[in-house]
Every structure is written in C-alpha cells, then in structure tokens.
C-alpha cells in the first residue's frame, strides 16, 4: 500500500517576487513549491510546520528503534525511548506503548504528524501528572490508568 499523493500548489519562482502576499498566504495553510526554470524546485513552509516535521522524524527514529528491539515486552522497550514512561502504571505503560505505535503508523500513512505528536504529548503529561502526585477525579483506589485522562488541581 502506498502513501496517499500530496496536492501541493505549484507558484512559478517569479510568483514570489510578484506576489509576495498571496505565495505567502498559501505557504501559511500548507508548504507550496516553488517551480525554477534553472533548477530544482524549491519548497516553502513556515517554521513551525518544519518544526513539526523535524520532531515527527525525531519520535519515527525513537520508535524505530526501540520496536526492532527483541529484548523485553514492547512497553519495556518503549520506557527506554521515552523515559517519562516510567511514571505510568504498569498497564497505562502496555496502553500507552501500543498507541504510541499505532498513532506512528497512522502519521506516517496519512502524512499528519499532529496524530503522533498528540499521542505523545498527552501521555507525557498523564506521566508527569501522576509523578506530581495529581490523579484523575475517577481514580478509584484499584483502578488502572489505561488511557490518557484529564487531570484537575
């Protein structure tokens, strides 16, 4: 199965210098390509996009890493390429290391780093709230942490 085709729209590079604002205002939405009659195209996006993009790469290579790895469970595994794992309960750790996976997959699939990144960020903040000492107002004294939830002080 291959990844879905990306649209992009296409400025000629003299575009940009004629229409600054409007090329500008595209590359805002999404990144635009800039064609050259002399050369390779060139490609426009903001910071943040690139960031985002930069950090998916980043959470790909970690992932990768640690899911080629055949020593312990996935979860274990997991915990050593993203330490705040250890804050979790036991089986949050297995939940959490199986959606950071599948929340991997579809980033990749679907060219949406925003899926992954979510994932993270979510989990990682249940960590730290649970580390701090906050619990969910459900928390019952045997209850697991199986999903990220929404903590209050």
Not at 85 to 96: G, T, Y
Request: glycine share 4%.
């Amino acid at each position: 199965m291959s990844a879905p085709q990306l649209h992009r729209k296409t400025f000629a590079s003299s575009e940009l210098s004629r229409n600054t604002a409007r090329v500008f205002r595209e590359a805002e939405e999404a990144p635009v390509d800039l064609a050259r009659r002399d050369g390779e195209a060139m490609r426009l996006m903001t910071a943040a996009e690139d960031d985002r993009r930069t950090r998916l790469l980043r959470l790909a290579a970690q992932i990768i890493a640690v899911t080629t790895k055949t020593d312990g469970t996935l979860a274990e595994r997991m915990g050593y390429g993203f330490p705040w794992m250890a804050a979790l309960p036991e089986q949050a750790r297995v939940s959490c290391a199986e959606e950071l996976v599948e929340s991997a997959r579809a980033s990749f699939a679907t060219d949406q780093p925003h899926c992954l990144e979510k994932t993270v960020d979510e989990w990682c903040e249940t960590a730290r709230a649970l580390a701090a000492g906050l619990t969910p107002e459900s928390d019952r004294d045997d209850e697991e942490l199986d999903e990220p939830v929404e903590l209050s002080l």
